[in-house]
Nanobody, 124 residues
Framework: QVQLAESGGGLVQAGDSLRLSCTASGRTFNGYTMGWFRQAPGKERHFVGA????????YYADSVKGRFTISRGNAKNTVYLQMNSLKPEDTAVYYC?????????????????WGQGTQVTVSS
């Protein structure tokens, strides 16, 4: 059974940092791009960023560029989202996802597997 498990969410103040982790299991993810999305209450799920299999390419939404960094563990099945200079508007449930090779990987529809999400709340 494929599982993506996120961890590291919590309540922080504006300006703080937080690091989310996601570990994938249940199958091999060779060639998969790993991405992060977020969904605020009453809003659609939006792309945050992604990292390709070889970790030599990363992509970010404009709203997080320069503040968030995605990285991949040596085992390839773990991905991290380092979030710095957090703002109240970053408050959302953050989801980890996996897209098979060849996908654009910036769209919700490109991803086959999803985690359950972890809540990030940034107070002002």
């Amino acid at each position: 059974q494929v599982q993506l498990a996120e961890s590291g969410g919590g309540l922080v103040q504006a300006g703080d940092s937080l690091r989310l982790s996601c570990t994938a299991s249940g199958r091999t993810f060779n060639g998969y791009t790993m991405g992060w999305f977020r969904q605020a209450p009453g809003k659609e799920r939006h792309f945050v960023g992604a990292i390709n299999w070889s970790s030599d390419s990363t992509y970010y939404a404009d709203s997080v560029k320069g503040r968030f960094t995605i990285s991949r563990g040596n085992a390839k099945n773990t991905v991290y989202l380092q979030m710095n200079s957090l703002k109240p508007e970053d408050t959302a449930v953050y989801y980890c996802a996996a897209a098979p090779p060849g996908r654009y990987a910036r769209s919700f529809y490109d991803y086959n597997y999803w985690g359950q999400g972890t809540q990030v709340t940034v107070s002002s």
